[in-house]
């Protein structure tokens, strides 16, 4: 079950995650506000550091994909309880996907690649 909040958008540094291809189902993740019941819960962090609304899909690994849109400038922290704290984000921009896995307790950015003209996805400090 996943469930998200509020942040501030933080500084990044480049993520160095390799690119994937999505597995499982295709369908909407659960989502719950934080606090509510569950087991262990991980959180992951991803914010928008562009000038334009991006929109991602995330899922627990090998769970659901769940559309979301971030405003420039938030961060929004997701949960899932359990999942064993390994998500899936998923970016595409002019037709480019790109797929990451990435780590509970990390907080990671959605930003422009300019040398591909492309939004990625960044570690955070």
């Known amino acids: 079950m996943m469930r998200r909040r509020t942040a501030l958008a933080l500084a990044a540094l480049p993520a160095t995650k390799a690119v994937g291809q999505p597995q499982g189902r295709e369908g909407p993740a659960t989502m719950t506000p934080l606090g509510g019941p569950g087991g262990r819960s ?26 979301h849109r971030l405003a420039p400038g ?10 064993g704290g390994v998500f ?10 790109l797929i990451y896995d990435i780590r509970a307790g990390a907080r990671y950015l959605i930003r422009v690649n300019a040398a591909r003209n492309i939004f990625d996805v960044y570690l955070a400090e």
Do not use: H, M, Y
């Open 88 to 97: 899936e984000i998923e970016v595409t921009t002019a037709g480019q996907r």
């Open 74 to 83: 938030r961060t929004e922290v997701f949960a899932c309880d359990p999942c």
């Open 42 to 67: 991980f959180n992951v962090g991803i914010g928008n550091d562009t000038r334009d609304s991006v929109v991602f899909r995330l899922r627990p690994k090998d769970g659901n994909w769940a559309e």
